[in-house]
Structure formats: C-alpha cells, structure tokens
C-alpha cells in the first residue's frame, strides 16, 4: 500500500512538473499580453541609481513609446526618439540603441529577451519573477528581472542593470487604447517655444 502511494505521489509530481511554464514561455506569453495592434497604456513609476526617480503614464504600440512625466516627455516612433526637457524647454533629437530604449521604457524587454539572454525564474503564489543575464560580458544591459503575474500575464515590474546602476520600473493599471501613429512623435505646435537640438 505504501509502495502504491509513493508511486501514485511521483506520477502526480511528474505530471505538475510536465505543465510547469518555463521561463521562456512565461515571458512568451507576456510578450502576447502586450501586443495589442491599437494600443496600449499605463502608469508606471521608477527608480533609477541614475536617471533619480519619476512616476507618469507610458503608451505602447509595438516598438514605439510615448512616456510622460511632470518633469519630462519622451517620444519614439520606431527610429527617432524625441526627448523635451520641461525645465529647460528642449527637444534633443536622437536615433536611440537598443540599451538606451530599454533604459526608459520597461517594455521593451519583449525585443531582446529571445537571443542572448540565459533565463532563469522563480515563482511566488501571485506573480513569476524571470531572471536573464546576458550571454556576453561585455553586454550594457547586463540583468533583468521581470516580475509577471500568474492570472494576467501583465508585468508589473522590470528591473535592469545597465553597468553597475539599477533602475526599477513598477507598472499598474495596463489597458488597451486606440493609439494613432501621430502619438509617438514630437509635434512642435504642442511646445512653440521649445528649441529643438538635433543630435543624430
């Protein structure tokens, strides 16, 4: 009787262990969760050893980005992002690398995590918690941890190592919009004073 129970438990336990997710399929199925062809929405806030601290809305529509903060917005349609500096009433114009894309928009993790990241995770009773490390040394964007909940599969974390510095990103209220293409470039009418400095 002993010996069926055993055996009953190791068959239960390989069977939890054969619907186990991997850490690739969780973050597959949050990358599915984010493309969304309208749109999508939310609010975040960060923590950064280098950029300081900032909280305000970002929007996504596949790679292109729209964040917005008190102090700070930042446009990106694809290639050229525009960042306006409301303290100094500025517009610097630049054509972004992948690393510095991933330091202000905290999905963009959803473009790189499928080749050269090694992938690790750990699970909580709410929420999976992926873990890549670079395959290269010399990689900018050295670690992330990307916190998943189970029910959703909406982030609702992203941490990064660029160097040695930290930034963390915690995202909330994720809904779908309809977003026109217009919404992720810098439009001039909006800011008529603003000096534009073209640094590509």
Same mark, same amino acid.
């Given at each position: 009787?002993?010996?069926?129970?055993?055996? $009953?438990? $190791?068959?239960?336990?390989? $069977?939890?262990?054969?619907?186990?997710?991997?850490?690739?399929?969780?973050?597959?199925?949050?990358?599915?969760?984010l493309?969304?062809?309208?749109?999508?929405?939310a609010?975040?806030?960060?923590?950064?050893?280098?950029?300081?601290?900032?909280?305000?809305?970002?929007?996504?529509?596949g790679?292109?980005?729209?964040a917005?903060?008190?102090?700070?917005?930042?446009?990106?349609?694809?290639?050229?992002?525009?960042?306006?500096?409301?303290?100094?009433?500025?517009?610097?114009?630049?054509?972004?690398?992948?690393?510095?894309?991933?330091?202000?928009?905290?999905?963009?993790?959803?473009?790189?995590?499928?080749?050269?990241?090694?992938?690790?995770?750990?699970t909580?009773?709410?929420?999976?918690?992926?873990?890549?490390?670079?395959?290269?040394?010399?990689?900018?964007?050295?670690?992330?941890f990307?916190?998943?909940?189970?029910?959703?599969?909406?982030?609702?974390e992203?941490?990064?190592?660029?160097?040695?510095?930290?930034t963390?990103?915690?995202?909330?209220?994720?809904?779908?919009?309809?977003l026109?293409?217009?919404?992720?470039?810098?439009?001039?009418?909006?800011?008529?004073?603003?000096?534009?400095?073209?640094?590509?």
């Amino acid at each position: 009787m002993k010996k069926l129970i055993a055996l $009953l438990l $190791l068959a239960v336990c390989q $069977l939890s262990a054969g619907y186990a997710l991997s850490a690739r399929q969780v973050l597959d199925k949050c990358a599915q969760t984010l493309n969304a062809p309208e749109g999508l929405q939310a609010d975040f806030s960060m923590t950064s050893a280098q950029y300081g601290s900032a909280s305000g809305t970002i929007a996504i529509k596949g790679r292109k980005f729209h964040a917005s903060t008190p102090m700070a917005s930042m446009w990106f349609d694809g290639t050229t992002q525009w960042t306006y500096m409301k303290k100094n009433d500025e517009v610097s114009v630049t054509t972004p690398t992948e690393t510095q894309l991933q330091a202000f928009n905290p999905y963009n993790f959803i473009n790189i995590y499928k080749k050269g990241y090694k992938q690790t995770m750990t699970t909580s009773a709410t929420a999976y918690t992926v873990h890549l490390t670079a395959e290269k040394q010399g990689a900018r964007l050295k670690e992330l941890f990307i916190t998943v909940d189970k029910k959703s599969y909406q982030p609702s974390e992203v941490k990064l190592l660029q160097g040695t510095k930290w930034t963390t990103f915690t995202i909330s209220n994720l809904r779908k919009v309809s977003l026109a293409d217009a919404a992720f470039r810098f439009n001039s009418k909006d800011f008529p004073t603003a000096e534009v400095i073209d640094l590509r």
